[in-house]
């Protein structure tokens, strides 16, 4: 049986066996490889837009494991975020993994960059969220993150059944009850939960948008998401969930919008990033595309 990749110029073979051997996958889909071996064009700004945000969900899901629950500040976690995202950090991931250079025109720090961020759009959109999950992971998160202990356990909490009930109403069965009583309770772990709850929201958001407009730009998609994950819009949906309120003010949608990223988060450290993205869709009520995707 032939494929696409019979057909390949000498070069372009080369150039993709070094993609193959980078990205620790073979791509099926001739227009996904296209796209990174060109990066530039539409398709490649829509994997990267993916994959920026399945990143971020897979760097914070790690990072909240380092620090012991009770610590009260975010600052290392948005410090080391920013530090494994950066341009300069990717574009040495880009380096270190030797991807094939950029033949088609010079490309700066920034582009490297966006490169493995669109790999990892392009994985999900090749072979789905799993496979995404792995190179993120592979290629930028442990890595980065190499030496450093996960010291984090379970936190603790009293009750969550609130939130416990709306994962189950969103299409997941808790597993560890403890998520969702921190989840519930005031304090730093639920502001670590949030923190995560929202980066899985935006992946969710994202990878729906990718398969709902196969036209859109990533400055279309950009724009509606964040109109789509306002604290307005998640407030009406902590609202409709039945989330307990943390203030008397039904007008304060910081508060209730924290509710359901506390919520997502709790379902994402439970039964990890599927689970978190199928529980943020419904939040949404935008399909879950787990992916591989055929657009």
């Known amino acids: 049986m032939t494929s696409w990749r019979d057909g390949l110029r000498p070069d372009a073979a080369r150039d993709l066996a070094q993609l193959d051997r980078a990205l620790g996958h073979a791509l099926a889909r001739e227009d996904l490889a296209v796209a990174l071996l060109d990066p530039r064009g539409h398709l490649f700004q829509r994997l990267e837009y993916v994959g920026d945000s399945i990143l971020d969900a897979v760097v914070v899901a790690e990072l909240v494991l380092i620090e012991p629950w009770d610590e009260s500040s975010l ?17 040495r991931v880009a380096a270190r993994r030797g991807l094939p250079a950029v033949r088609t ?61 709306a994962a189950r109403a969103l299409g997941f069965e808790p597993v560890e009850p403890s998520w969702y009583a921190a989840a519930a309770r005031t304090g730093p772990a639920r502001r670590r939960l949030a923190m995560l709850g929202d980066s899985v929201i935006e992946a969710a958001i994202s990878t729906a948008q990718y398969v709902a ?24 949906r902590a609202r409709d969930l039945g989330l307990e309120r943390r203030t008397d003010d039904r007008t304060d949608n910081r508060a209730m919008a924290d509710e359901v990223q506390a919520l997502v988060g709790a379902v994402a450290m439970d ?23 055929a657009i």
């Open 75 to 91: 600052r290392m976690i948005a410090g080391e975020q920013q530090a494994l995202v950066s341009d300069h950090a990717l574009g």
């Open 105 to 165: 025109f010079p490309a700066s720090r920034h582009r490297l960059a966006d490169r493995i961020e669109a790999s990892i759009g392009a994985l999900w959109a090749d072979a789905g969220i799993e496979e995404a999950e792995r190179a993120a992971d592979d290629l930028v998160v442990g890595p980065g993150l190499e030496g450093l202990r996960r010291r984090a356990g379970v936190p603790t909490g009293d009750d969550g059944h609130h939130y416990a009930d």
């Open 213 to 236: 407009d196969p036209a859109a730009t990533e400055a279309q998609m950009s724009d509606e998401r964040r109109a789509a994950t306002s604290n307005a819009t998640l407030a009406v």
């Open 271 to 293: 039964g990890g990033l599927r689970a978190g993205l199928l529980v943020a869709a419904g939040v949404l009520r935008r399909p879950f595309v787990p992916g591989p995707v």
